[in-house]
């Protein structure tokens, strides 16, 4: 499952760093947000969920925050490892519809 | 851990052929769906299906696709007459509900139209 955008943005970051990959959403009626992680030769995998009554949600190393008023998203992800290298997405939901709208991604580099 | 799982991994077909691609879906979801995505782009919707009928297609998912749920365990998409703008990663994706439910998606099937 190859998510290679070859304009994809990318962010590089130290093992042991904090990492935060932000996202623009584009339908105010989307209720749902969701992020993957997409390794190469692999589907997107889910990562964590959030609705729209929500601003925070916290998992195991990972917080997603969203920002309603101007349609943001971002993942924060603790202590990087190199496992965490992959293609990230964020995922909308809304409109009454549960099709998910994509976005184009960001590639996450960790350096040891 | 359950997943979905797509075969086959790679599908090599000439143009104009009619082409089966194949899902198993996590065993008590009840939503069903297919996206693809094209070499460099954005993963896009084609359509989901729920109690034996599609809910929601895209644009993308015209006359030449199809879905279909033939046994209790499998989910296939169709491509009738493929074209070369065909070639994509399809990813067959399922949840146990529709709204605000999280789609978890197989590792795809890559294919490629000669």
């Known amino acids: 499952g190859e998510s290679v955008g070859l304009h994809l943005p990318t962010l590089s970051v130290q093992e042991g760093d904090n990492s935060i990959i932000n996202c623009a959403y584009s339908n105010s009626a989307s209720d749902y947000f969701i992020w993957y992680k997409q390794e190469s030769g692999k589907g997107p995998q889910f990562i964590i969920d959030?609705?729209?009554?929500?601003d925070k949600r916290q998992g195991q190393r990972v917080t997603v925050l969203l920002n309603k008023t101007v349609k943001h998203l971002s993942l924060q992800i603790a202590a990087t490892q190199p496992g965490d290298s992959a293609v990230y997405f964020c995922?909308?939901?809304?409109?009454?519809?549960?099709?998910?709208?994509f976005g184009a991604g960001t590639r996450l580099a960790v350096h040891p | 851990e359950p997943e979905v799982t797509q075969t086959p991994s790679h599908q090599v077909t000439q143009m104009g052929q009619e082409v089966i691609l194949r899902c198993v879906p996590i065993?008590?979801?009840?939503?069903f769906y297919w996206y693809r995505q094209i070499l460099g782009q954005k993963v896009e919707f084609l359509v989901s299906?729920?109690?034996?009928?599609?809910?929601?297609k895209s644009e993308i998912f015209d006359d030449q696709f199809s879905v279909e749920r033939p046994d209790g365990s499998n989910f296939t998409l169709k491509i009738r007459s493929t074209k070369l703008e065909d070639s994509a990663m399809y990813f067959c994706?399922?949840?146990?509900?529709?709204?605000?439910?999280?789609?978890?998606f197989g590792d795809g099937t890559r294919l490629s139209i000669l």
């Open positions: 995922a909308e939901m809304g409109g009454g519809y549960n099709k998910l709208i």
């Open positions: 299906f729920y109690n034996n009928e599609i809910s929601e």
């Open positions: 959030i609705r729209s009554n929500m």
């Open positions: 994706a399922s949840s146990e509900g529709g709204r605000d439910q999280p789609q978890h």
């Open positions: 065993s008590n979801h009840l939503y």
